[in-house]
């Protein structure tokens, strides 16, 4: 399958690491140019470094707890620069805990680092796609915006409201060419898993391998995903090919979610 991405401009967020990075490396793959986005200069470098060398790539470094000051940036970098056929949201998870322990604080962080930022964004980059003719978005979520996960209180409200957001803003787009998905990875093997399962361990008084096989058996794939196969789904959903596939959620988690 031809997914015509040759040439085309990606903003990835959160791309030093996991998910991001891994979208970001499949997207190059597939002859996108991308830019990357994250708060630490070197790791942005470092992840540059193993893009392939005939694309034009680039990164912006920015903090998701000042979205005015990650708005203006990519502003500017268009403007100097390229507009974006492709905006790939994602950030990394709130801090687990019980939703009745949780703080105001917790809820207004997690609210600005993944809805507001996601709303700026997308103000940034959707007129370059309208002019285009075409544009995709995609979030990075969680299965939590069908079944809300124990444990992650936070995570699971901020969570539905992106997801909402999301629906209502690909109504609102679709006419141009643009599409909104939401794609939500299951258990992957990144650093935010890591200290879920360390979380999780401690509560219950048993050790992370314990945990980890207790939580793969809740899997019936009994596995946790790579971030690669997350970032397939993304890449697809990026191209042509996914044209007319608009405001869904899709599920990367092996089968766990038990919900249709």
Not at 96 to 103: K, M, P, R, Y
Not at 120 to 141: C, S, W
Not at 225 to 252: D, H, M, W
Request: proline share 4%; aromatic share 6%.
């Amino acid at each position: 399958m031809n997914l015509n991405l040759n040439n085309k401009n990606a903003l990835v967020c959160g791309s030093t690491q996991g998910i991001g990075k891994a979208t970001a490396i499949a997207l190059a793959q597939e002859g996108v140019n991308l830019t990357l986005v994250a708060r630490n200069r070197d790791k942005l470098k470092d992840v540059l470094n193993e893009l392939p060398k005939h694309r034009n790539h680039n990164f912006i470094v920015a903090d998701f707890s000042e979205p005015r000051d990650l708005q203006e940036k990519v502003i500017n970098f268009i403007d100097k620069n390229h507009g974006f056929h492709i905006l790939v949201n994602n950030t990394g998870g709130p801090k687990s805990g019980n939703i009745l322990t949780a703080s105001l604080e917790e809820f207004e962080n997690a609210f600005i680092q993944h809805l507001k930022c996601n709303h700026v964004l997308a103000q940034a980059t959707i007129p370059f796609m309208k002019e285009e003719g075409f544009g995709r978005i995609i979030n990075i979520i969680s299965t939590s915006v069908k079944e809300p996960i124990p444990g992650l209180g936070v995570s699971n409200t901020t969570r539905g409201a992106v997801g909402n957001w999301s629906k209502t803003l690909s109504n609102e787009v679709a006419e141009f060419g643009i599409t909104v998905n939401n794609v939500l990875p299951g258990f992957t093997e990144t650093e935010r898993l890591e200290e879920i399962i360390q979380i999780k361990a401690k509560s219950v008084g048993t050790t992370v391998e314990e945990m980890t096989k207790i939580m793969k058996s809740h899997t019936p794939a009994k596995r946790f995903a790579k971030p690669e196969e997350t970032a397939n789904t993304v890449t697809f959903l990026a191209s042509e090919a996914a044209s007319y596939i608009n405001g869904i959620n899709i599920p990367v988690d092996g089968g766990r979610t038990k919900s249709l």
